[in-house]
């Protein structure tokens, strides 16, 4: 009788053994490493948001969002946000601002007021900075809000000078642009202001964006966006607003689609991330919100998430490595 259910146990065993290959075992979410306290990118009198970072020759650049510290947050971004670029030798930080990419400019432009949600690519040999702005006249409609599009600055330079686009290259109100260059075109995923996420390409920066999808995920409520492609599928790692991938609001979830434009699906058990970050020394941080969510790839890698993090007091940009790294698998 113990043989029977030793030879049963083990038939169990290989039974279960292949599911550990499956998405959910590997997936994001359980393969974030501890950090350190006081790493990533904090500044004193400011919330600190959306940071996005780019490697150069052997430092590490990353872009965020910054507005005064009057109020609470996320209070007066919509008025007050500019684009600031910090540095580090290390992704994780701790990083040091160096200067004011985005400000404020002449009153006739599209971003003249504020911008936020930057995303930094590599494209040719140019460095491209995807964000949202607005000016001090548009105002959305119905609404006491300014209309936030998205444009970009191209450099030369990851120190600048930065050539801001004298037009939005999306016209209607739309935020948290996501890129990925796939095939010779540029792919761009963003939202509306009633959430309803769009995928667009174009030839170039400067050409037109065809909208390849005007309802990405009608099943629920998704915002914060990265796109990234392994094996020949499209992923998309974004904010699930109201839980319904997760199973609980404003966590991180993972989708795939096969074409990068339809049928979208979860990926696995579909978080990719949740709300505590580890520290070394085994504390744990429940976040109060832990959004815009950016990947750092290196030599084919996905090696490093960053998210924005508010606990209740203080936001700043959060790096957290992945260990192992997620290996990209394309032909």
């Known amino acids: 009788m113990k043989e029977i259910i030793f030879i049963g146990q083990l038939a169990l065993i290989f039974l279960i053994l292949p599911t550990c290959k499956n998405p959910a075992k590997n ?8 950090v350190q306290v006081n790493s990533g990118f904090k500044m004193d009198n400011y919330w600190v948001w959306c940071g996005s970072v780019i490697k150069v020759d052997s430092i590490y650049n990353l872009f965020a969002s910054r507005w005064p510290k009057t109020r609470e947050f996320p209070l007066d971004y919509f008025e007050s946000s500019e684009i600031v670029r910090a540095t580090s030798k290390s992704i994780l930080g701790p990083y040091e601002f160096k200067e004011i990419v985005i400000g404020e400019r002449d009153s006739s432009y599209w971003d003249s007021n504020m911008a936020h949600n930057p995303t930094i690519v590599k494209i040719g040999n140019e460095f491209v900075l995807f964000y949202i702005g607005s000016d001090f006249t548009t105002m959305r409609s119905g609404s ?9 600055a191209v450099s030369s330079k990851i120190e600048g000078p930065w050539h801001r686009s004298e037009k939005p290259i999306i016209n209607t109100e739309s935020n948290n642009p996501a890129i990925l260059i796939d095939k010779g075109k540029i792919k761009l995923m963003f939202r509306d202001d009633k959430l309803r996420v769009y995928l667009a390409d174009a030839d170039s920066i400067s050409g037109r964006f065809k909208i390849l999808n005007d309802n990405v995920w009608p099943k629920s409520e998704l915002e914060d966006f990265y796109m990234f492609k392994t094996d020949n599928q499209y992923h998309l790692i974004c904010e699930d607003g109201d839980g319904y991938i997760t199973g609980h609001e404003k966590w991180g979830a993972h989708l795939y689609s096969d074409d990068g434009v339809h049928n979208w699906k979860k990926y696995g058990n579909g978080i990719a991330y949740d709300h505590e970050i580890r520290f070394a020394g085994d504390s744990v941080l429940k976040c109060t919100r832990r959004e815009r969510p950016q990947l750092v790839i290196e030599n084919n890698k996905i090696i490093c998430l960053i998210t924005a993090v508010y606990d209740g007091k203080n936001s700043w940009c959060q790096p957290v490595m992945l260990d192992p790294p997620i290996e990209l698998k394309n032909k």
């Open 144 to 152: 006491d809000r300014y209309l936030r599009r998205i444009g970009y």
């Open 27 to 34: 997936s994001m979410l359980n393969r974030l490493n501890a």
